[in-house]
């Protein structure tokens, strides 16, 4: 089964940039997505964005439509969220996930996870 490890993460202050990657530990052709979600405390996990892997095609969430922009390198198997104006809101763990199938909105649609990986924004 495909591992995923994601890194990048930080504090940054408000207004602040922050480039998160999620790297495959090898070539599959049985993923369909990948998506980042975000958790923070106390608070259930939700989607960020997603690409497809074929097409590169994406698809963000409202609150973050316009400051972030998920990319793949597909000869490194690895895929990037670039986070720019981060608010203090957008702090929470950062999950990287893949789907075989369609993907989505959810987090039932996805079959792997990473470990995360912490972003803090400071007011």
């Known amino acids: 089964q495909v591992q995923l490890v994601e890194s990048g993460g930080g504090l940054v202050t408000a207004g602040g940039s922050l480039k998160l990657s999620c790297a495959a530990s090898?070539?599959?052709?049985?993923?369909?997505?990948m998506a980042w979600f975000r958790q923070a405390p106390g608070k259930e996990r939700l989607f960020v964005g997603r690409?497809?892997?074929?097409?590169?095609?994406?698809y963000y969430a409202d609150s973050v439509k316009g400051r972030f922009t998920i990319s793949r390198d597909s000869a490194k198997n690895t895929v990037f969220l670039q986070m720019n104006d981060l608010k203090p809101e957008d702090t929470a763990v950062y999950y990287c996930?893949?789907?075989?199938?369609?993907?989505?909105?959810?987090?039932?649609?996805?079959?792997?996870w990473g470990q995360g990986t912490q972003v803090t924004v400071s007011s």
């Open positions: 690409i497809t892997w074929s097409s590169g095609m994406t």
């Open positions: 996930a893949t789907s075989k199938y369609g993907g989505g909105s959810s987090p039932g649609s996805y079959d792997t």
């Open positions: 090898r070539r599959t052709f049985s993923i369909y997505a």
